[in-house]
């Protein structure tokens, strides 16, 4: 169980072991954001570099 949102960071990547249990938001104090690639032009060109998957 993972409840302690971050209210000023949402995210909907529930494959994080960050992501909130039953909220679109990260449970993290901070995060860092970069580019996904080398021509950063839109949403898609840039993602959260603090994402770790969930043990399964
Ligand atoms: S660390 Fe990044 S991907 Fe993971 S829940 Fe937080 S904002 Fe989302």
Redesign the pocket.
């Given at each position: 169980m993972n409840d302690n949102k971050n209210n000023s960071?949402g995210?909907t990547?529930e494959s994080?072991?960050?992501?909130?249990t039953g909220s679109d938001y990260?449970?993290?104090n901070a995060?860092k954001v970069g580019a996904c690639n080398c021509n950063v032009n839109s949403v898609d060109a840039t993602c959260?570099q603090?994402?770790?998957a969930k043990a399964h």
């Open positions: 960071i995210c990547v994080c072991k960050y992501h909130c990260c449970t993290k995060i959260c603090s994402f770790e």
